[in-house]
């Protein structure tokens, strides 16, 4: 039997040594983020807060901080989970294996929602926006945030529950031109569940009714961002995954979770945008102000002795890195089912998730023909326009050919891989004036920018130098070359900005009289030092500080029936340009907390 609510996750993992107490009064204003990011950093417990400044209610996060105890939380069902899931992309391994398949069909059978019209749990008391924990992770943050909403919507005239979205969608609580109390901010685009929702609403005369989850078992917070098989809706794997259904109810045309802590009910005003934001988000910027729609609020319900349940969101690795693991760990069974002679695709948490995506592929076609790309390109693009992997602007892709033990997860080694064989004049494959996340301001316009798919086949084609080649000279506008991995070397421009174009031009001319074979890709950064320490900061750096059209160059580079090609070392820029957001910044002041006498002495 699964977790009847947060609050008993909260006592299990306390029982069992995996959560800590924070009894301080601790402020909401950045103060109760900084010990999130500094335990989470450290692989720490998850924390209760009991005190918070400016509210009757207690908080808790990091339950999902590292993968032991997602793990742990959901030891009883994750395995059968995956079996419906695999039964879905196979539906003949239930007649292979008739016992396995009654057990996953049971499972999927005891995962459907189940009204429960007594069930008042989440609606013991009334309470109101500025009594909640009004959390504020970063200085420069348009206000508070509701960090892990489970926001749940129904097409106009549509009771059928299993017709709902819900989904996360950040919730501004306060600040900007919000009426405190009455409105809150949705951060949610168009291509969402949601937005599909709006759209149909904004075509009818009913009004956009919403609900806001906050808390309740911890599988209800995962399944609404979890991508879903088809056919498989968000309530029935929160009760698979749970171990126990979910209870749900209605109120005024607004769908309640009954072991919710909170329900924020409401009506999406249809014709309403306001700014929203800044906010620190999990690229390791902020996203800036943009318009959003708003909801109206009607009711804030709580139960009784409520957790309000966040995370703080920033340059990853965060408590929401977990998310990803979840996912890969239920999902990758319905990878080549989605993706025909796909593999493997790992989505670079360390490079903001969507920025970077590594993928290895099959190579089926024309077996007597002479290696090069042909099947993966079909899979990357693919890849580009499928979902959520549409968002990503650099796709690596490489064959699996006979390469069994390629893996993507071990990065370095796959960067090597496909360096050790990609052609700069065949292999780069561009998509120009497209789309590219809203969160990521790398590109020439908000939402707008440009892709790459790197696609590597074939035999080993150069070696790849392990230590600063000897004969490695910089024009003078560059300084500070460093090796970051084998092959790729970061460097520093040390001259003005609006001269860049023609002092990379001047380089890319210098380099080519050099043999720079063994260096196949140059990174200009504004630190290159930084960038070499560790692989997180070369991918953070790399990929989203670069737009592919615009800041990708070349050494000896041309362009042949639009396609661009270079014959020497492919060069990235990736320095932080005046049009990008800012960096995230933190200033720790919460020592007290882990001194001697603190609530979180001792472990670190």
């Known amino acids: 039997m699964g977790y009847k609510s947060l609050r008993d996750c909260v006592k299990d993992l306390e029982r069992n040594h995996m959560l800590v107490r924070v009894v301080e009064p601790v402020d909401p204003n950045l103060e109760i983020a900084d010990i999130q990011f500094k335990v989470n950093e450290a692989g720490g417990p998850a924390l209760l807060f009991e005190n918070i400044k400016g509210s009757p209610f207690q908080a808790v996060s990091n339950i999902y901080g590292t993968n032991a105890r997602i793990e742990y939380i959901f030891r009883h069902t994750l395995d059968k989970v995956k079996k419906v899931v695999s039964m879905k992309k196979d539906p003949t391994l239930a007649l292979r294996n008739p016992l396995e398949g009654l057990k996953a069909g049971l499972a999927a059978w005891r995962g459907l929602p189940r009204r429960s019209r007594w069930n008042r749990a989440s609606r013991y008391g009334i309470t109101r926006i500025d009594q909640l924990p009004l959390i504020k992770s970063w200085p420069m943050d348009g206000g508070a945030f509701i960090t892990l909403p489970q926001v749940c919507t129904l097409p106009p005239d549509e009771r059928n529950i299993m017709k709902s979205n819900l989904g996360m969608y950040r919730i501004q609580m306060n600040g900007n031109d919000y009426i405190f109390n009455e409105e809150v901010g949705m951060h949610y685009q168009i291509h969402r569940g949601i937005g599909v929702h709006h759209q149909a609403y904004n075509n009818s005369a009913m009004p956009f009714k919403a609900s806001i989850f906050v808390g309740g078992p911890p599988s209800n917070a995962l399944s609404a961002i979890m991508p879903l098989p088809e056919g498989l809706s968000e309530l029935t794997f929160a009760g698979m995954l749970n171990g126990r259904r979910f209870r749900y109810d209605w109120e005024e045309d607004c769908v309640i979770a009954c072991e919710a802590d909170f329900v924020i009910t409401g009506t999406i005003l249809k014709d309403t945008k306001k700014p929203e934001g800044p906010f620190g988000d999990h690229l390791g910027y902020y996203s800036l102000e943009h318009p959003f729609p708003v909801m109206k609020v009607d009711k804030v319900y709580h139960r009784r002795n409520p957790l309000w349940h966040f995370t703080a969101v920033g340059r990853p690795p965060q408590e929401d890195s977990g998310f990803g693991y979840l996912i890969h760990q239920i ?6 089912e989605e993706f025909p002679g796909l593999v493997e695709l790992h989505a670079v948490d360390a490079a903001g998730v ?16 002479e290696k090069q790309p042909e099947e993966i390109l079909t899979i990357a693009n693919h890849i580009l326009g499928s979902g959520q992997t549409s968002l990503a602007k650099y796709v690596i892709i490489a064959a699996q050919d006979e390469y069994a033990g390629l893996n993507t997860h071990n990065i ?27 969160l990521d301001y790398s590109g020439d316009g908000w939402n707008s920018g440009s892709k790459v798919v790197i696609a590597a086949r074939g035999d080993r084609i150069r070696s790849l130098a392990t230590q600063l080649p000897p004969q490695f000279i910089l024009t003078d506008a560059f300084k500070a070359p460093k090796l970051v991995l084998p ?12 001269h860049f174009i023609e002092q990379i031009g001047k380089l890319a001319t210098f380099l080519k009289n050099q ?14 030092q930084f960038v070499a320490e560790t692989l997180n900061n070369f991918l953070w750096v790399t990929f989203t500080r670069s737009n592919p059209a615009s800041d990708i160059y070349g050494v000896d580079s041309w362009t042949i029936q639009k396609h661009w090609g270079c014959n020497g070392s492919l060069i990235i820029d990736a320095r932080k340009k005046p049009h990008h957001a800012p960096e995230l910044e933190r200033l720790y002041n919460v020592d007290r907390f882990f001194k001697k006498g603190g609530s979180l002495h001792g472990i670190l």
């Open 515 to 528: 043999a720079l074979k063994s260096v196949p890709l140059l990174i200009v950064v504004d630190d290159s």
């Open 412 to 438: 370095p080694s796959f960067l090597q891989h496909v360096l050790e064989r990609v052609d700069w004049r065949r292999d780069l494959h561009f998509q120009t004036k497209t789309t590219i996340d809203t």
């Open 331 to 336: 999902v990758a069974p319905l990878t080549p």
């Open 487 to 498: 092959g790729i070397v970061a460097m520093e421009y040390n001259g003005l900005n609006e």
């Open 354 to 369: 969507h920025p970077l995506l590594l993928a290895i592929g099959k190579e089926r076609y024309m077996p007597f023909r």
